[in-house]
Nanobody, 126 residues
Framework: QVQLVESGGGLVQAGGSLRLSCAAS????????MGWFRQAPGKEREFVATISQTGRYTYYADSVKGRFTISRDNAKNTAYLQMNSLKPEDTAVYYCAARYRPGATLLLNDYDADYWGKGTLVTVSS
């Protein structure tokens, strides 16, 4: 069974950094485009970042561009989200997702995700 497990969330002060990890199992990780999404209380889930199968291509939401970096280590079946210069508006539950479909390179929309993690909470204090 496919499983995605996020870790690394927590409480951090504005301007600080966190690194989220997404450990994948039950799938051929190198064949999946990976993405990070987030959902703040009372708001819809939104796209954050995505990375292609080999890590050659990445794409970010405008709100995090220049501050967040998505990466992956296929040997470890793990995707990462390095978050720097965090702002209070970054507070949300962050979800890891995988798109496992032939021809798919990126994961830009939540409806394209085939698998989801349960999320990890990131709280940024002012």
């Amino acid at each position: 069974q496919v499983q995605l497990v996020e870790s690394g969330g927590g409480l951090v002060q504005a301007g600080g950094s966190l690194r989220l990890s997404c450990a994948a199992s039950g799938l051929t990780f190198s064949s999946a485009a990976m993405g990070w999404f987030r959902q703040a209380p009372g708001k819809e889930r939104e796209f954050v970042a995505t990375i292609s199968q080999t890590g050659r291509y990445t794409y970010y939401a405008d709100s995090v561009k220049g501050r967040f970096t998505i990466s992956r280590d296929n040997a470890k079946n793990t995707a990462y989200l390095q978050m720097n210069s965090l702002k209070p508006e970054d507070t949300a539950v962050y979800y890891c997702a995988a798109r496992y479909r032939p021809g798919a390179t990126l994961l830009l929309n939540d409806y394209d995700a085939d698998y989801w993690g349960k999320g990890t909470l990131v709280t940024v204090s002012s």
